[in-house]
């Protein structure tokens, strides 16, 4: 079976541009996560979906951060505008069920110049 | 004090040997505990999930969890070069979704 997929696994862009992270979280899993991770920071729950429902964004840094999942088998993480302290690997993870294990993606390493 | 605490390391353990990591805990209403396994530049990848009280084996893995004292710990026997990386505890609390995590511990196996 497939495991989560992201894409892309890395982005180069510069300050101000928009960058648009993609998830597709294993089929039949219900519960979709976005973390980021820095060597400062460890990793921070960004979103947590639910039924492709948001139940908890109290993790996104800022209003430049959005995220949306439209259907049960694709989301986004969107930043707009970028700035260098964005600069992180952002990953997303499914579970089948919101308390069972998650299971992450390969992640995106994003690069703000 | 932080939610989840593990030691940074590096933790250095001889080829064949036992490596021992712990992790405590800080909020006795946790129920559920992972071991994740992080090799440098890839992505977290479960180990194990311990939610009793006592020992769970998983072939050369161990987790351990001891709910009165607050800790979980992973024991990998006969350690090989390969299981070098970080390992990351993470902790639920009942009934919620959210995973605490740990800042890991990074293992280094020597030949």
């Known amino acids: 079976d497939a495991g989560v997929i992201q894409s892309p696994r890395h982005e180069v862009t510069e300050m101000g541009q928009e960058v648009t992270l993609r998830c597709k979280p294993i089929s039949g899993h219900n519960s979709l996560f976005w973390y980021r991770q820095t060597m400062m920071r460890g990793l921070e729950l960004l979103i947590y979906f639910n039924n492709n429902v948001p139940i908890d964004d109290s993790g996104m840094p800022e209003d430049r951060f959005s995220a949306k999942m439209p259907n049960a088998s694709f989301s986004t993480l969107k930043i707009q505008p970028s700035e260098p302290r964005d600069s992180a690997v952002y990953f997303c993870?499914?579970?089948?069920?919101?308390?069972?294990?998650?299971?992450f993606g390969p992640g995106t390493r994003l690069t703000v110049l | 004090q932080k939610e989840v605490e593990q030691n940074s390391g590096p933790l250095s353990v001889p080829e064949g040997a036992i490596a021992s990591l712990n992790c405590t805990y800080s909020?006795?209403?946790?129920?559920?505990f992972f071991w994740y396994r992080q090799y440098s530049g890839k992505s977290p990848e479960l180990i194990m999930f311990?939610?009793s009280n006592g020992d769970k084996e998983d072939g050369r893995f161990t987790a351990q969890l001891n709910k009165a004292s607050q800790y979980v710990s992973l024991l990998i026997r006969d350690s090989q070069p390969s299981d070098s990386a970080t390992y990351l505890c993470?902790?639920?609390?009942?009934?919620?979704?959210?995973?605490?995590w740990g800042a890991g511990t990074k293992l280094i196996i020597k030949p």
């Open positions: 993470a902790v639920k609390r009942d009934s919620n979704y959210q995973l605490i």
């Open positions: 993870a499914s579970s089948q069920l919101a308390v069972t294990p998650q299971f």
């Open positions: 311990i939610y």
């Open positions: 909020d006795r209403g946790s129920q559920s």
